[in-house]
């Protein structure tokens, strides 16, 4: 079997740079909007709102093209050294843009521009603006600043940082998404408020704020009518949401789930991303009762050592985790499941080395990620002792990879004879005959079908395995549309 890159759609390492796409065609004479995305869904989805807010505000239209764009926007990622290092030589290109198209707008947000503020501009003086995750529903008033004072001297200027927290108002601002396809993303918390002593997000995104209940629902009934099918919820710490009801209550994640469920049209969700130690009963139990509920879970657990953990103050020891996912196992035992993993933490012997890769091998997880630590200035663990050289660590995440890489192989394998509930997401480019949806643990799925069933469920017999991540298969029954 060949393998090829392995992306699932609801897990994107923390590592990529995306280009916003356009949903639409450009006119040559509307002004362009440049956006490249560093980092995790909750950064893409941002993107997204950031492109839908411009073009309701200024009438921008997004391009792929840097160079035909009249503003350009770098949604950043500080979750690792390299990814805070990418910014700024990114930048550096963004520059000679600008000295051939003076009148080029350059802004800067998300967790970089959140921790470095106002040193962005010292850096980088021909940055514009500089606007955090939270912030960015004033991007067209801090537009408008711009070019109210682009004619002024350059000392009565005033500097366009805002990166502040101004709790959950965002989403007061912003307008209604735009659809593309069948699945979207609906963002239902910011930030974290978990504090694992290696992470900058409860810094640069904040403490854990949940949108209000009503407006997570208006707005997934709103995507259900425009035809989207599957819905991603996403926060940094999904299982922490506590949103608001109309009536002065607290709904939980699992209340939210069941309520998501019954919005007609929604025939699958996805969520990303949640902490092990509130991954409850009543979470559980959800599996069991909601067929809507896909059986692949991403669960960062981070090592498989218990002095790590504790170090890293995960809160939670192996045991619970195991635990945890025996019970899930219990109520869909055909789960797929995936994980995150830090390798080289501070004070990580051989000895708790060998213990995450036994874990990983006895947990028998999917496709998951894999970093070696980076040490991000002002996290607990940035004070700790690190002794381990960096060849140590570089070999350890290889072997961590091979294992990782070796079990997604029989995942996928293992696909073949079993029958995969399916998306049918579109015709595919090289066959008119042939329909692509994806499965539950994100494969994508080939299959003979009819052109008028895209958008649709589909139940597929796997009949041969591609690639890593491709398998084709027959159809067995098509699900009547759910909307
Ligand atoms: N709950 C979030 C976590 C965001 S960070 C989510 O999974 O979306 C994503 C992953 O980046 C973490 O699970 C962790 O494995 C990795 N990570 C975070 N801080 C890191 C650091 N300092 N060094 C290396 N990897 C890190
Ligand atoms: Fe980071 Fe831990 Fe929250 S990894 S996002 S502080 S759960």
């Known amino acids: 079997m060949t393998v090829q890159t392995f992306t699932p759609s609801a897990t994107k390492a923390a590592s990529e740079n995306t280009v916003t796409q356009p949903t639409h065609t450009t006119d040559v004479s509307m002004k362009k909007l440049y956006i490249e995305t560093q980092g995790c869904q909750m950064n893409e989805y941002d993107s997204h709102r950031m492109a839908d807010l411009l073009g309701d505000s200024h009438g921008y239209v997004l391009t792929t093209n840097p160079n035909e764009a009249d503003i350009l926007l770098m949604n950043t990622c500080s979750i690792r050294e390299k990814a805070q290092e990418k910014v700024f030589s990114e930048l550096g290109r963004w520059r000679k843009l600008k000295e051939q198209n003076p009148d080029l707008v350059i802004g800067v947000g998300g967790c970089v521009a959140s921790q470095e503020g106002d040193n962005i501009q010292k850096r980088a003086p021909y940055v514009d603006m500089v606007f955090g995750p939270q912030t960015l529903h004033r991007l067209p008033q801090m537009l408008d600043q711009h070019q109210a004072q682009v004619e002024k001297p350059k000392k009565e200027k005033i500097k366009l940082v805002d990166i502040s927290f101004p709790d959950i108002e965002k989403f007061d601002f912003l307008p209604e998404p735009r659809v593309d396809g069948f699945k979207a993303f609906v963002s239902i918390m910011e930030g974290c408020s978990k504090y694992c002593s290696f992470c900058v997000v409860p810094y640069t995104r904040g403490e854990e704020v949940s949108r209000p209940l009503d407006d997570v629902l208006a707005e997934i009934a709103g995507l259900a009518e425009k035809g989207v099918r599957e819905i991603s919820l996403l926060g940094q710490n999904v299982n922490g949401y506590r949103g608001e009801t109309f009536e002065g209550g607290i709904c939980t994640f699992p209340e939210l789930l069941r309520l998501v469920a019954e919005i007609p049209g929604i025939g699958r969700l996805r969520y990303t991303t949640s902490h092990p130690l509130e991954f409850s009963d009543e979470l559980i139990q959800c599996y069991r009762d909601l067929p809507q509920m896909v059986s692949h879970l991403h669960l960062p657990v981070q090592s498989g050592s218990n002095d790590v953990l504790q170090a890293m103050k995960r809160n939670h020891t192996i045991d619970v985790y195991i635990d ?21 933490f501070p004070g990580e012997t051989d000895e708790h080395f060998a213990e995450t890769l036994q874990f990983i091998k006895d947990l028998d997880f999917d496709h998951s990620y894999s970093f070696v630590y980076s040490k991000r200035p ?106």
């Open 324 to 344: 945890k996912i025996a019970k899930l196992r219990k109520v869909r035992p055909d789960m797929h499941l995936s994980s995150d993993f830090i390798i080289g």
């Open 378 to 483: 002002g996290t607990p663990a940035s004070e700790l002792p690190d002794e381990t050289p960096e060849q140590v660590k570089k070999d350890r995440l290889a072997q961590v990879q091979q294992v990782i890489k070796q079990s997604s192989i029989d995942k996928t394998d293992a696909m073949l004879g079993k029958i995969e509930r399916v998306l049918i997401e579109k015709v595919s480019d090289k066959d008119p005959n042939l329909l692509i949806g994806t499965a539950d643990n994100t494969r994508l799925v080939t299959f003979i079908g009819d052109a008028a069933w895209v958008g649709r469920f589909a139940e597929i017999e796997i009949t041969e395995i591609k690639t890593l991540n491709l398998v084709y298969g027959e159809l067995l029954n098509l699900e009547p549309d759910v909307a």
